[in-house]
């Protein structure tokens, strides 16, 4: 009834009549335009496929899932359209456009831009050797060297992974995702809101739980600040230093990424039964080997020989040795021809040392010094006028 | 004394929310908000997320003022670490904004329009709304829940074609919010159940908080963030206001609102084809907590992050507007002389229910219970 | 005899959000817009549950909803077609870790699905078109049998 009202009081004004007859909808205001993106995403280029599973880890969704494809002996992505939100985040992470939805690769393109990911990669200082097995692992450069260690750029990883594997150290290379994230940060906030409630009450039963005073590693620092909400004493994260603590033990629980840290956390080879073993025929003792080795106590120069030998008790395998080599003297082998040789190296190195340590004591018996011989004379003198 | 229950599905209600009406005869003395059907719990889904993989969660905070909520996201990172967002981006993205402003304001005209039983006029706005749907499917490549915002600036550029076709509907969008309005002024109808229904004045705004185009229409202009806005100062940007407080002056001070959106919009673009350079920026982020503040459609939102290196969230808090002026309802509700007049006004605040439901928790301090935040 | 054949042809659709954002209803309510007009199809958008034959779901179920969702399935009268529509009510979308009891067919028989983050209106006309007639037939079985059983 109101409608009607309406449409005779406008008739009446005759403003309606124009916009009532030229009443029609264009066949082209239901075509998409060209920018308009139709979930899904199409595998448009599958051959091109490194199955680095950044999309995968890309999708806010949880839509992509790597499936292994016999046509191309390989894992590609496979997208479920029921989950699909069209937001392009797998199209712009791919390193290698594969991917496309509506015409984003064409206007964009794909990377250098941040990438968002599930697992998250960050490299411990205190056990990087600085070999760089994962900056020739990795896909899209970028990993570099910074003076003191080798850093991942957070930014730009696409959490593939490829560096763990390259890696030859056991847990140098720490990975956090969104699990472990959202569980830290739940607990922290738990363990904050305890202490902000018993607030005042006993705070000493919690005191000294760890034997020291954490340290701060700053390469794995993620400036979360999950250490400073739970800490009663203070932390002072741009210097990565602890000012004050009741060794409670709380920071080293929430760290997501073990930054928080008490304790030597020894350096341990993934490859247990090989070692590099250098082939002392082709050496030519330019020591090339002893001194790129980042590692302590790796290798040792022969007293005998004056060539060097491999301990394969510190040695972590990275291979830099091996591939800084000029005359190709290192291989890999057993690890027990290398420790035959360690050995019989180490114990003729030994013998030697001790018998040059013999001869300084022995040496030093039947030198006398000019003072001392001047006290002995001055106190047979001595002796000779009491007599 | 009665209780007339409404919803959570109701024929007049678009979103699921559950109204008590207490009545006595016809007269309404109280009404009771029962909310919680559309919480999920964004910002417990994005704790430990990446920043990229919020901003798509952010976006889906509500879906018709789904661009505001990303720009302010945006804007929040780039305060915190200090990210310079080229000169092209920004005004792209005031330009989207300012569409989104206008298809927002249309469908809570229509909605009114449908509300007080003048259908022509409902569907002739949301005619009118699918013009600018065009211009933003055309711009970003998507209808709602666009995926054009990223930190550091805008995904895509526009192009020559783009700019004139948004010239050619812009004009066809005054011409048409001209007659609107002028329908909005004279019909008979509209104003008989407009005026004088659902009043709120100066004194109970301050006292509830409300914002946006609610607070606009009771004498309050200073309450549009956009005044604060770096962009929008270089506009020289006037807000638009009423006095009378009542469900007419709201849906006016929308209609305005659009007339001076589409000037917004035509200054924007002589200044972005006077601009050069990208749209995007590589980021490098930093980690530290920031509080950013924007004008959404529906009045001021706000974002607090706390973030770590590499742009993992950690914390975040949304503040919408829709929470605030939800308060307001209860004083407009003096002035509703019938329960459809409590429907009507109820629409003419806009509110927005995806956007409300945020986790609002109360802790007792004693005991340590908490209990959620109810509406009473 | 008249009001029976014009009711075979007509089809009213119940619009239910489950807790989506909103996207999906927008563009639901634009199908009204005269550009689309749904109404010329003869689907009449009426949220009402009692008498709809379509319910277009659209959203992640929240917790509060899931038996508010089986009641609203209950209360709708037989011959009936749920349609899922969105990419949350398919698979619950980007809120899968949220605070959501799972995606729709989890909890009612889900007959189709307009996948999309929201899908076009043109793509849901599409749809709708395609399972009207689905539900007309059912209806027409329904009304044989129970004239059988009389």
Redesign the interface.
């Given at each position: 009834m109101a409608s009607a009202i309406w449409y005779l009081y406008e008739l009446t004004k005759k403003k309606f009549i124009k916009k009532f007859l030229n009443a029609k909808t264009d066949k082209e205001y239901t075509l998409p335009p060209k920018r308009y993106r139709k979930v899904p995403p199409t595998v448009v280029y599958p051959e091109k496929c490194i199955s680095c599973g950044a999309c995968e880890g890309s999708c806010p969704s949880f839509a992509i899932e790597m499936v292994y494809c016999e046509e191309f002996s390989k894992k590609i992505p496979m997208i479920d359209i029921g989950a699909c939100i069209s937001c392009g985040n797998c199209v712009e992470s791919c390193p290698t456009k594969v991917l496309n939805i509506g015409n984003l690769i064409e206007e964009i393109g794909s990377l250098p831009w941040n990438v968002p990911k599930y697992t998250n990669l960050i490299i411990d200082e205190e056990l990087c050797v600085n070999c760089g097995s994962c900056k020739l692992a990795c896909p899209i450069d970028v990993i570099e060297y910074d003076g003191i260690t080798h850093v991942i750029d957070l930014n730009s990883c696409i959490g593939c992974k490829k560096c763990i594997e390259a890696c030859p150290v056991e847990g140098a290379i720490k990975t956090y995702d969104e699990a472990l994230l959202k569980s830290k940060i739940e607990l922290c906030y738990k363990l904050k809101f305890n202490r902000m409630i018993k607030e005042g009450e006993n705070g000493d039963s919690v005191k000294n739980k760890i034997p020291e005073v954490p340290r701060i590693v700053k390469s794995l620092c993620i400036s979360c600040e999950n250490c400073v909400d739970v800490c009663s004493g203070s932390i002072d994260l741009n210097n990565h230093r602890v000012v004050e603590c009741i060794q409670c033990g709380d920071c080293i629980e929430v760290c997501p990424t073990e930054s928080m840290r008490i304790g030597e956390i020894p350096k341990v080879s993934k490859i247990k039964d090989k070692c590099y073993i250098i082939y002392e025929d082709k050496c030519i003792g330019c020591r090339i080997c002893y001194k790129s080795c980042n590692v302590e106590d790796a290798i040792f120069i022969s007293r005998e020989t004056r060539l060097p030998y491999i301990n394969p008790d510190k040695c972590v395998r990275c291979g830099l040795c091996f591939r800084e080599c000029p005359v190709e003297a290192i291989g890999l082998t057993d690890k027990e021809d290398t420790l035959r040789i360690y050995n019989i190296r180490r114990a003729k190195d030994r013998f030697l040392s001790l018998i040059k340590k013999d001869l300084d004591e022995f040496s030093k018996k039947y030198v006398f010094s000019k003072s001392d011989l001047l006290k002995f004379s001055e106190n047979k003198v001595e002796e000779l006028l009491k007599k | 004394m009665n209780v007339v229950p409404l919803g959570p599905i109701n024929p007049i209600f678009k979103e699921p929310i559950r109204i008590k009406l207490i009545v006595e005869g016809e007269t309404v003395l109280g009404a009771e908000i029962e909310m919680g059907y559309v919480h999920r719990g964004i910002e417990k889904i994005m704790e430990g997320k990446h920043y990229l993989k919020g901003i798509y969660l952010a976006e889906r905070v509500c879906g018709i003022c789904s661009y505001i909520h990303t720009w302010t996201f945006a804007e929040c990172i780039e305060h915190i670490s200090n990210i310079e967002v080229p000169d092209k981006a920004r005004y792209l993205r005031v330009l989207t904004t300012e569409l989104e402003r206008i298809h927002s304001h249309l469908i809570a005209i229509s909605v009114y329009g449908l509300s007080i039983e003048h259908e022509t006029f409902g569907i002739w706005c949301l005619n009118t709304r699918e013009h600018v749907m065009d211009l933003l499917e055309t711009i970003t490549g998507n209808r709602i829940n666009m995926g054009f915002n990223v930190v550091g600036g805008v995904r895509q550029d526009i192009n020559k074609e783009m700019i004139d076709k948004i010239y050619k509907k812009l004009e066809e969008l005054r011409n048409d919010m001209k007659n609107i309005l002028e329908i909005y002024n004279t019909g008979p109808l509209i104003n008989l159940r407009g005026r004088g229904v659902g009043v709120i004045g100066y004194k109970e705004i301050m006292k509830t908080r409300a914002v946006g185009p609610v607070a606009r229409a009771s004498a309050l202009p200073e309450s549009d963030w956009r005044l604060r806005h770096p962009t929008y100062k270089e506009l020289k940007f006037k807000p638009v206001w009423a006095k009378e407080g009542d469900n007419s002056a709201r849906t006016l001070v929308r209609i305005k609102e659009i007339l001076a959106s589409i000037d917004l919009i035509e200054k924007i673009l002589e200044l972005y084809q006077e601009s050069t350079g990208a749209v995007r920026n590589r980021v490098n982020i930093k980690g530290g907590s920031g509080e950013w503040k924007n004008e959404a459609h529906r009045g001021e939102v706000t974002y607090k992050i706390s973030l770590t290196d590499g742009g993992i969230i950690k914390r975040i808090i949304i503040r919408s507007p829709s929470v605030m002026n939800l308060e307001a309802y209860k004083y407009m509700l003096k002035t509703c002389p019938t329960v459809s007049d409590a429907v009507t006004t109820y629409i003419s605040i806009d509110p927005c229910i995806s956007c409300t439901e945020r986790t609002i928790v109360l802790v007792d301090k004693k005991t340590g219970k908490t209990k959620p935040y109810s509406f009473k | 005899m008249i009001k029976e054949f014009f009711r075979k042809r007509s089809i009213n659709v119940?619009?239910?959000?489950?807790?989506?954002?909103?996207?999906?209803?927008?563009?639901l309510?634009?199908l009204?817009?005269?550009?689309?007009?749904i109404e010329q199809y003869g689907i009449y958008v009426?949220?009402?549950?009692r008498e709809a034959d379509v319910l277009l779901v659209s959203?992640?179920v929240?917790l509060?909803?899931k038996n508010?969702l089986k009641e609203?399935y209950e209360k709708t009268p037989e011959p009936k077609i749920v349609v899922a529509v969105g990419?949350c009510a398919?698979?619950?979308?980007?809120?899968?870790?949220?605070?959501?009891c799972g995606p729709v067919d989890k909890i009612i028989p889900v007959d189709a699905?307009i996948?999309?983050?929201?899908p076009?209106p043109?793509e849901i006309i599409q749809a709708i078109l395609k399972v009207a007639p689905i539900a007309l037939s059912k209806r027409e079985e329904h009304l044989k049998k129970i004239a059988s059983e009389n």
């Open positions: - | - | 119940c619009i239910v959000n489950t807790g989506g954002c909103n996207g999906c209803d927008i563009e309510v634009s009204l817009a005269s550009r689309y007009d009426h949220n009402n549950p959203g992640p929240t509060p909803w508010r609203l990419a398919l698979s619950c979308g980007i809120f899968k870790e949220g605070n959501v699905t996948p999309g983050c929201p076009r043109s």
